[in-house]
């Protein structure tokens, strides 16, 4: 196999700057692009919830490196606002998608780490304003600056895992009612039933509201929500946060025909290489 002179990288977050940075400290003279369909990469996602919490933070600060300086200091050629829309295996290229139209870009070898997306409920309602997820800084941002409205009283939360329980958190301490909404009895999913008690005893401790066992029909409103249906009735709500799982962003892979395994994510071996020759997939776009 001849050497690698160019490596595409699809996603720029955690996993595609990470392998992006450590492809250049292994082959410094190597061609490292990447391209991310958003504004930001490699920033802190795991303190998005305590950003929030501080209305006085920027939610920039969460950036850890800007594209400017992956670009002067780490020489790697970060493309925001650029999304690969195509793969071409046979011609070894992909099409990308940017500010000023569409153009194939070359490659000899490539990473995938689209990530995933959050799992919305199949149930009307969901674009209403005042409806969120958590899953980029975006998200972040927009709820944060929801949160300066000085009429929101209740907030719901439906889901009761990680992201869930950080943001009642939150919402408690931004001064919000809030209700946790499960549809299993466990809190959170996968953990020993002791833990679950403490959890449920500090909830109570903060005034939060959980229910279990209940499943959501809808979210209803006019210019932004006001109330969640569910089936044990209806529920007043100034802001909803669907916390409810996330899927894999698998579609550019398996478009190309690149194998996926049994989870429905990219499949891959060791070391991380896919079905395809010099394809490789990292982060939660790609099996464990």
Excluded at 195 to 210: C, M, N, Q, S, Y
Aim: with cysteine; aromatic share 4%.
């Amino acid at each position: 196999m001849s050497a690698i002179h160019r490596l595409v990288v699809v996603g720029g977050v955690a996993a595609g700057m990470s392998a992006a940075s450590q492809a250049k400290r292994r082959q410094p003279d190597l061609e490292v692009v990447v391209f991310e369909q958003g504004r930001w990469v490699s920033y802190g996602a795991c303190g998005m919830p305590y950003n929030i919490q501080d209305p006085r933070r920027a939610i920039d600060d969460l950036v850890v490196i800007t594209p400017e300086r992956f670009r002067t200091q780490r020489h790697i050629d970060v493309r925001i606002n650029h999304r690969v829309e195509e793969i071409d295996l046979a011609g070894s290229r992909v099409r990308v998608q940017g500010p000023h139209g569409d153009s194939w870009e070359g490659f000899d070898g490539l990473v995938l780490a689209t990530g995933c997306r959050p799992r919305l409920p199949r149930v009307d309602g969901v674009r209403l304003p005042g409806v969120f997820v958590l899953h980029t800084l975006d998200d972040a941002a927009r709820i944060k600056e929801y949160l300066q409205r000085d009429d929101l009283r209740r907030a719901v939360i439906v889901g009761g895992g990680h992201i869930g329980l950080e943001m009642a958190d939150v919402f408690c301490a931004r001064g919000l009612a809030v209700t946790v909404l499960k549809r299993s009895p466990s809190l959170p999913p996968g953990y020993p039933d002791d833990i679950g008690t403490l959890l449920r005893a500090e909830l109570d401790k903060h005034g939060v509201e959980l229910l279990s066992g209940i499943t959501l029909l809808g979210i209803e409103g006019d210019d932004r929500v006001r109330q969640v249906h569910t089936d044990q009735g209806r529920l007043p709500a100034d802001l909803v946060l669907l916390a409810t799982g996330v899927q894999p962003n698998v579609e550019l892979a398996r478009a190309a025909g690149i194998q996926l395994g049994d989870s429905g994510a990219i499949a891959v071996s060791a070391g991380m290489a896919t079905s395809a020759t010099r394809v490789w997939a990292a982060g939660d776009c790609a099996e464990a």
